[in-house]
């Protein structure tokens, strides 16, 4: 059985930092491509970032390029997402998925594309 657990989430203030992780079991991780979403509340879920399953290729939004950080660490089965510099507009519920094989930058934003989901961790910034 699949499973994604998401770490992390909290309150920080506008301007602070905070990481995500996600933990992947019963899936062999190393061969899908990771994602990372968020739903901010009213609002339909959104793509953030995004990592081939290789760790060479990221992709991320408009809105968090520059900010954020996903990462991965296929020994540990592990996926992390660094945010710096978080604004109000970034608190949401933020999700992990995995997508079986390779991503691109049309691939990775769509999230249909992506099969197992964690169940979300809450982030909070404060103004």
């Known amino acids: 059985q699949v499973q994604l657990v998401e770490s992390g989430g909290g309150v920080v203030q506008t301007g602070g930092s905070l990481s995500l992780s996600c933990a992947a079991s019963?899936?062999?991780?190393?061969?899908?491509?990771m994602g990372w979403f968020r739903q901010p509340p009213g609002k339909e879920r959104e793509f953030v970032a995004a990592v081939s399953w290789s760790n060479v290729d990221t992709y991320y939004a408009d809105s968090v390029k520059g900010r954020f950080t996903i990462s991965r660490d296929n020994a540990k089965n592990t996926l992390d997402l660094q945010m710096n510099s978080l604004k109000p507009e970034d608190a949401a519920v933020y999700y992990c998925?995995?997508?079986?094989?390779?991503?691109?930058?049309?691939?990775?934003?769509?999230?249909?594309?992506?099969?197992?989901w964690g169940q979300g961790t809450q982030v909070t910034v404060s103004s």
């Open positions: 998925a995995a997508r079986w094989g390779a991503v691109n930058s049309h691939l990775a934003p769509v999230g249909y594309e992506y099969k197992y």
């Open positions: 019963g899936v062999s991780f190393s061969i899908y491509s």
